[in-house]
């Protein structure tokens, strides 16, 4: 079910009729409003008349995180304060928070847009919807529970922790929806049996799961450990929060919510666009967003756009699930490769942590890359056979998603270091000369 | 039926002879000890005097180990001995994965390590065939 078919399935023709109007809009406000913008459209000799297709937004200058920090708290915004009636801020984790404000105007398509999400888990105004993302300035607990009440659903505002009484709730209130971190979701499942609770007898029967990274294989332990439908959703504050891609029951890749974003894969090198599914940064530009529109912003997550129509009727074209940020970008041989793929891989096959360490090297002019894996301490280690079988696995599939080649080395259980902050998965010893790069 | 340690090492420099050493400063003595070995990693198989106690130590030490279920055989010293032994098995249709032996001191038989598939059925046929098999308080402590 879409919450808005007319939208959701519009054809592409009129969608895309519907983004350039939305585009140059956007645009103009944010070069009238923005003194960040109208700078940086200046210096680039961006003319804005010049827009006549959406093909023109290769021409436009991006946004980075940087913007939105130098510009904290107020400097992004693109209406007077008096007109914003909330703010959210991003965590802050990896340097100064970032502020987003919302116009009465954004929070009502917020609303919207989240509604979308819940119905494309299969949800209805007859659900009972648990909300344990966190309320506050994250953007994950308000913006959940406003869709949820848009959609009509009943919505219980339980915001995080006390896992226990999470459990109680979703049993005694009969909830038929969980929205939460997957992480979390396996938590309450584990809580749940510890309680002696059997959640597959329970009425809940979706998931709706973002705001970190989680494996196909995650997915299907959760369904099974719940008895549920999981559903990918994606959002990140400086666009909107979550809202801005979700799957549908299909289970095939984000519809990206393109009504309201543009979305963009660019090389994060070269900063132009890859040929359509190939791997690359992820990039929004906001349609409808009156409080802080974002041009061409950065998002530093990594995904491809998913090929083809699907079978739901919604013409949004599809991203695949965020498997990487560019963040821990190298480039080995000539090839960008995101070591954080690695990880994605390592949660999916048994016998091994999601713990890795990439080494490279250079061996006369070429490249080496060999990545360490260590194996679980409960691994029938007598069995060489099956340690040389899971080498061989590990190789290929790594291999796969990195499209170089690579070495395997299966290292001791708990033997790469672990770190409290990030965690140092590469450790570059090519030569800076020789044009490496030095991490 | 035999407890045996396969421990997991890593293919540097150093990491047999530390494998060595925790077992030591754990005050394990090695009955028997062989390294099979790939081009990536190796695995020491070994039967020490106190197993659950060697386990204990290598684990906390950061080892990987498993314990392995093998049989002991005694071969008498000669030529044809091992042949016999291995012929016993064969006839019963048990596939040996593989095998290592100790010597022990003012002994006139040799101890062989057998891994095989379905060690009840090796057993069987071996005592079956008068080849004595040797109990595991034989070789450790029953820790």
Same mark, same amino acid.
């Given at each position: 079910?879409?919450?808005?078919?007319?939208?959701?399935?519009?054809?592409?023709?009129?969608?895309?009729?519907?983004?350039?109007?939305? &585009?140059? =809009?956007?645009?103009?406000? *944010?070069? #009238?409003?923005? +003194?960040? @913008?109208?700078?940086?459209?200046? %210096?680039?000799?961006?003319?804005?008349?010049?827009?006549?297709?959406?093909?023109?937004?290769?021409?436009?200058?991006?946004?980075?995180?940087?913007?939105?920090?130098?510009?904290?708290?107020?400097?992004?915004?693109?209406?007077?304060?008096?007109?914003?009636?909330?703010?959210?801020?991003?965590?802050?984790?990896?340097?100064?928070?970032?502020?987003?404000?919302?116009?009465?105007?954004?929070?009502?398509?917020?609303?919207?847009?989240?509604?979308?999400?819940?119905?494309?888990?299969?949800?209805?105004?007859?659900?009972?919807?648990?909300?344990?993302?966190?309320?506050?300035?994250?953007?994950?607990?308000?913006?959940?529970?406003?869709?949820?009440?848009?959609?009509?659903?009943?919505?219980?505002?339980?915001?995080?922790?006390?896992?226990?009484?999470?459990?109680?709730? &979703?049993? =005694?209130?009969?909830?038929? *929806?969980? #929205?939460?971190? +997957?992480? @979390?979701?396996?938590?309450?499942? %584990?809580?749940?049996?510890?309680?002696?609770?059997?959640?597959?007898?329970?009425?809940?029967?979706?998931?709706?799961?973002?705001?970190?990274?989680?494996?196909?294989?995650?997915?299907?332990?959760?369904?099974?450990?719940?008895?549920?439908?999981?559903?990918?959703?994606?959002?990140?504050?400086?666009?909107?929060?979550?809202?801005?891609?979700?799957?549908?029951?299909?289970?095939?890749?984000?519809?990206?919510?393109?009504?309201?974003?543009?979305?963009?894969?660019?090389?994060?090198?070269?900063?132009?666009?890859?040929?359509?599914?190939?791997?690359?940064?992820?990039?929004?530009?906001?349609?409808?967003?009156?409080?802080?529109?974002?041009?061409?912003?950065?998002?530093?997550?990594?995904?491809?756009?998913?090929?083809?129509?699907?079978?739901?009727?919604?013409?949004?074209?599809?991203?695949?699930?965020?498997?990487?940020?560019?963040?821990?970008?190298?480039?080995?041989?000539?090839?960008?490769?995101?070591?954080?793929?690695?990880?994605?891989?390592?949660?999916?096959?048994?016998?091994?942590?999601?713990?890795?360490?990439?080494?490279?090297?250079?061996?006369?002019?070429?490249?080496?890359?060999?990545?360490?894996?260590?194996?679980?301490?409960?691994?029938?280690?007598?069995?060489?056979?099956?340690?040389?079988?899971?080498?061989?696995?590990?190789?290929?599939?790594?291999?796969?998603?990195?499209?170089?080649?690579?070495?395997?080395?299966?290292?001791?259980?708990?033997?790469?270091?672990?770190?409290?902050?990030?965690?140092?998965?590469?450790?570059?010893?090519?030569?800076?000369?020789?044009?490496?790069?030095?991490? | 039926?035999?407890?045996?340690?396969?421990?997991?090492?890593?293919?540097?420099?150093?990491?047999?002879?530390?494998?060595?050493?925790?077992?030591?400063?754990?005050?394990?003595?090695?009955?028997?000890?062989?390294?099979?070995?790939?081009?990536?990693?190796?695995?020491?198989?070994?039967?020490?005097?106190?197993?659950?106690?060697?386990?204990?130590?290598?684990?906390?030490?950061?080892?990987?180990?498993?314990?392995?279920?093998?049989?002991?055989?005694?071969?008498?010293?000669?030529?044809?001995?091992?042949?016999?032994?291995?012929?016993?098995?064969?006839?019963?249709?048990?596939?040996?994965?593989?095998?290592?032996?100790?010597?022990?001191?003012?002994?006139?038989?040799?101890?062989?390590?057998?891994?095989?598939?379905?060690?009840?059925?090796?057993?069987?046929?071996?005592?079956?065939?008068?080849?004595?098999?040797?109990?595991?308080?034989?070789?450790?402590?029953?820790?």
């Amino acid at each position: 079910m879409a919450f808005q078919p007319d939208l959701e399935m519009m054809p592409r023709e009129r969608l895309e009729q519907l983004e350039l109007e939305r &585009l140059r =809009d956007t645009l103009g406000r *944010v070069y #009238a409003n923005v +003194p960040l @913008y109208r700078a940086k459209f200046d %210096e680039a000799g961006f003319d804005l008349a010049s827009v006549t297709s959406l093909a023109d937004l290769v021409r436009v200058p991006f946004t980075v995180k940087d913007d939105l920090r130098s510009a904290y708290p107020y400097g992004m915004f693109a209406v007077p304060l008096h007109e914003i009636v909330r703010v959210h801020s991003s965590s802050g984790t990896t340097g100064q928070i970032t502020v987003v404000g919302y116009t009465r105007g954004d929070i009502d398509r917020w609303s919207d847009l989240m509604a979308r999400t819940y119905a494309a888990a299969g949800a209805t105004a007859d659900d009972i919807v648990q909300v344990t993302y966190g309320y506050g300035l994250f953007t994950g607990g308000l913006g959940a529970h406003y869709g949820s009440e848009r959609l009509g659903a009943l919505t219980i505002p339980v915001s995080g922790g006390n896992t226990k009484r999470q459990v109680q709730i &979703l049993k =005694d209130f009969g909830v038929t *929806v969980l #929205a939460c971190t +997957p992480s @979390y979701a396996q938590l309450i499942g %584990e809580t749940a049996a510890e309680m002696g609770v059997d959640i597959r007898e329970l009425p809940l029967r979706a998931g709706v799961f973002g705001a970190e990274p989680w494996s196909e294989n995650m997915r299907r332990q959760i369904e099974d450990q719940l008895g549920i439908k999981a559903i990918d959703i994606y959002g990140l504050s400086e666009v909107i929060g979550p809202g801005v891609a979700a799957e549908c029951t299909e289970q095939n890749g984000l519809h990206v919510n393109e009504d309201h974003f543009l979305i963009e894969i660019v090389d994060p090198d070269t900063l132009k666009p890859v040929p359509d599914g190939e791997v690359g940064e992820v990039v929004f530009t906001t349609l409808t967003k009156e409080g802080i529109p974002v041009i061409r912003y950065r998002t530093r997550d990594i995904s491809r756009m998913v090929a083809g129509e699907c079978d739901c009727g919604r013409t949004f074209r599809r991203m695949q699930r965020v498997f990487g940020r560019t963040d821990d970008m190298l480039i080995v041989r000539g090839v960008n490769v995101f070591p954080s793929q690695i990880e994605q891989v390592l949660m999916d096959i048994p016998g091994v942590a999601p713990h890795y360490q990439v080494i490279l090297t250079r061996e006369g002019a070429l490249d080496n890359v060999e990545v360490h894996v260590e194996v679980t301490p409960d691994f029938a280690f007598d069995e060489i056979r099956a340690l040389e079988a899971l080498q061989r696995r590990l190789r290929a599939e790594i291999m796969s998603v990195l499209a170089v080649q690579v070495g395997v080395k299966l290292v001791e259980p708990k033997s790469i270091q672990r770190s409290e902050g990030k965690a140092k998965r590469v450790v570059d010893l090519r030569d800076v000369s020789k044009g490496g790069i030095l991490r | 039926m035999i407890d045996q340690l396969s421990v997991f090492l890593e293919n540097r420099p150093g990491r047999l002879a530390e494998m060595a050493q925790v077992l030591g400063d754990a005050g394990n003595n090695m009955r028997a000890f062989v390294v099979a070995d790939t081009a990536e990693f190796g695995v020491a198989r070994i039967i020490v005097d106190r197993p659950q106690a060697a386990r204990g130590a290598l684990q906390d030490a950061g080892f990987g180990v498993t314990v392995t279920q093998v049989i002991a055989v005694e071969v008498p010293d000669r030529p044809g001995g091992l042949a016999h032994v291995l012929d016993v098995l064969g006839r019963a249709g048990v596939n040996v994965e593989y095998a290592y032996c100790f010597v022990e001191p003012d002994s006139t038989v040799a101890v062989d390590i057998f891994r095989v598939e379905d060690p009840g059925t090796a057993v069987a046929a071996l005592e079956a065939a008068g080849i004595g098999v040797v109990p595991a308080g034989d070789i450790y402590e029953m820790d």
